[in-house]
């Protein structure tokens, strides 16, 4: 069972969590429960470091080491108070440390890798005094160095998963502050619908895209560990739970549509290099200093040329990169050779997921023509197995998002 940031935002809050574990320990199973830390509070320390580190040689560079030593704590703290929820309703629990199971990581201090996950002493305390463990999500340790590491935002998904992949767990529960995974954001389209299950790809896609529920991360592991992995909230009474969503192989969803999910991500920017030679060596030129400067490249659109000689690329940057990727691109000039830069960071990227778009033509086409029909212009489209995106001005995200919802069948009704 694990329990996000709001879930244990406050004693009562934990009371309340304390309740769903004791609901599945008289159901009879052996409980093992990650936490997040209180709701805000990893933000604050974050602030913390930064002010810290601010005004140093290194301005705002600072020892990742150090920031993992501030940021896991967080966590730490709501381990403590939960076990001490439970022991004192009577049940037997005590709390984990990433360093203490151990939780081994990579070095990449602040978005760690989890190598190896040591659950044994978990399993023998249920199996010797039926005690609960109250593990600390996000953190781990760096084994060669002996430091505390953190996993990246999000990660203490990640680091339920693995472990209920490390103790051979029938189940991931996620419990956070919405009911389950919906076809879209609900704060958009109030007609989303909650999915009763989705598949691993699919959740894969629409968390990658922009779906903020679970760390990508996590499913990843899920889905190559097959963890049953259920999306639910712990908002619900303990005592009358909900199910939640089930996140579960393809072949476990009986009634698959076409389309299950649309996600959308305001978090994107685009460039255009205008009249670029069209020779060989031009993208490489344009892609390598950006992937040396480690700046993901998404969509890439490259116009035919008419005249043969030059051509037009646009691609998209994440947004919180795209300041740094025009001065990359403005310094390579040269080597590159093109006529004028532009760029715009006022786009949105919508997509539509489906494992169900593998066995049918036409899904892209149809939303092409349903965008086209409100007037919605299409910047840039890039397709895959069981999803398409299209790049459009964010101030149609609604819209755009609506139009689709309704054109696939999605919308409750
Ligand atoms: N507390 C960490 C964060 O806010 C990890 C998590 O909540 O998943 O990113
Ligand atoms: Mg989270």
Known sequence: MKFGGTSVANIERIRNVAGHVRREVDAGHEIAVVVSAMSGKTNELVSWVKEAACGTRNGPVYDQREYDTVVASGEQVTSGLLALVLQNEGLAARSWQGWQLPVSTDGAHGAARI????????????????????????QGIEPLTGRISTLGRGGSDTSAVALAAAIRADRCDIYTDVDGVYTTD???????????????????????????????????????????????????????PKPGTLICDEEDIVEQEMVTGIAFSKDEAQITLRRVADKPGVAAAIFTPLADANINVDMIIQVVSDDQ??????????????????????????????????????????SVVGVGMRSHAGVAASAFRALAQRGINIRAITTSEIKFSVLIDAAYTELAVRTLHSLYGLDKS
């Open 309 to 350: 000689l030059t051509t037009d690329i646009t691609f998209t940057v994440p947004a919180g990169e795209y300041e740094r990727a025009m001065v990359i691109l403005e310094k390579a000039r040269d080597t590159i050779g093109y006529a004028r830069i532009a760029g715009a960071d006022d786009v949105v990227k919508v």
């Open 186 to 240: 609900p704060r958009v389209v109030p007609k989303a619908r909650r999915l009763d299950r989705i598949a691993f790809e699919e959740m894969l896609e629409m968390a990658s895209l922009g779906a903020k529920v679970l760390q990508v991360r996590s499913v990843e592991l899920a889905m190559n560990h097959k963890i049953k992995t259920y999306v639910r909230s712990s908002f619900d009474d303990p005592a009358n």
């Open 115 to 138: 190598a190896a996950i040591d659950g044994s002493a978990i399993v023998k305390a249920f199996e010797e005094r039926r005690e609960i463990a109250v593990v600390s999500g996000f």
